[in-house]
């Protein structure tokens, strides 16, 4: 008797998880006018992007949505493949997150020949023509940049120059990486004080935030003033690094970064993050919104923003409580 109950809890386990497009587990039935979606996501490579997917998960959820997601582990040519494979299913659109901005045209131009239309979320491309994709539901990276720059202008108020900087970027050739590092050094090159000594792709994870900081250290000893980190992981990461050379982050060398996860703020509360930028990664329940008008073939803003603010390490206590990633 246990052994068939056995086997027939692990049937409605394998039952369950095919159902779910997503394996989250368990949902309600599709109905029958569900609007099939194939999402491609760039990876895991953050506590941001872990959000991020959490959020594309608990909207595109029976009766109204069949998802089909997959996982690009930060690689173009696995996403590529993803969304041909939507393409061959014939899904009612295709949603992704591109990992870099170039490279889409072939592709993008397939899912328009098979009528599928494309929702770009949080990530721009780069293409010959924007009407290969309906619409881009993202932040602002590139003002995300500036106000990181406006911080630390800020921050360095009375300082006498030159104040050096290092910056970690995201991953090469991905539009948060581009667009944050233009956003910063339009801000910062207004003030000859700063001077941004070194430059490098932590590819957006800790433990290449670690390695890349660990590189600046031993490259540039004590003279690193400030680090701008396009995200709060590799931030995190570098502090780690910084606090293995017997430096105190936050004090000696003041630190900025972007996205504003719950990370962040526990660093902040600790004293070794100055301030963070955020970045909102909750973006299903309106990406939900503009692939339903978009199936529906209503018109859609081709560009929607998404609001956020800047935190410092004074408000960490009071507004951690209150965070949602
Ligand atoms: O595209 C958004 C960026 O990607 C986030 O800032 C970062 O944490 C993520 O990996």
């Known amino acids: 008797m246990r052994k068939i109950l056995g086997m027939a809890a692990l049937l409605c386990a394998a039952v369950l998880a095919g159902c779910s497009g997503g ?84 592709v993008l131009r397939e899912a328009k020949a098979a009528n599928i239309p494309v929702v770009l979320t949080d990530r721009a491309v780069n293409v010959s023509d924007d009407a290969l994709y309906a619409t881009l539901i993202g932040s602002d990276f590139v003002e995300e940049g500036r106000r990181a720059a406006r911080w630390v202008i800020e921050d360095s108020q009375g300082k006498d120059g030159p104040i050096r900087i290092v910056e970690l970027q995201g991953t090469v050739g991905s539009a948060p990486a581009n667009d944050r590092m233009r956003g910063f050094k339009e801000v910062i090159d207004g003030d000859s004080r700063f001077e941004i000594v070194r430059s490098q792709s932590g590819d957006f994870t800790r433990a290449r935030g670690k390695e890349v900081m660990e590189a600046f250290l031993k490259a540039e000893g004590d003279g690193i003033d400030v680090l701008f980190a396009h995200n709060d992981d590799m931030a995190i990461g570098a502090i780690q690094a910084i606090e293995e050379a017997g430096r105190k982050p936050g004090t000696d060398i003041r630190i900025v970064s972007i996205d504003g996860v719950r990370g962040a703020f526990e660093a902040m509360k600790a004293g070794k993050l100055n301030a963070t930028v955020e970045c909102n990664p909750l973006l299903g329940p309106q990406l939900a919104d503009l692939i339903r008008e978009v199936h529906a073939g209503r018109e859609v803003p081709k560009r929607v923003m998404v609001e956020e603010g800047v935190f410092t390490q004074d408000q960490a206590d009071a507004e951690l409580p209150n965070r949602k990633y």
């Open 23 to 106: 394996g989250e587990g368990g949902q309600a039935a599709a109905g029958e006018d569900a609007i099939t979606v194939g999402f491609s996501q760039v990876g895991a490579e953050s506590e941001w992007r872990t959000a991020n997917t959490r959020s594309v998960k608990e909207a595109l959820v029976a009766p109204d949505f069949t998802l089909r997601f997959s996982d690009a582990q930060q690689k173009q040519e696995n996403q590529i493949k993803a969304l041909r494979s939507f393409i061959a299913q014939g899904v009612d659109v295709i949603a992704f997150s591109p990992v870099v901005e170039t490279g889409w045209d072939t």
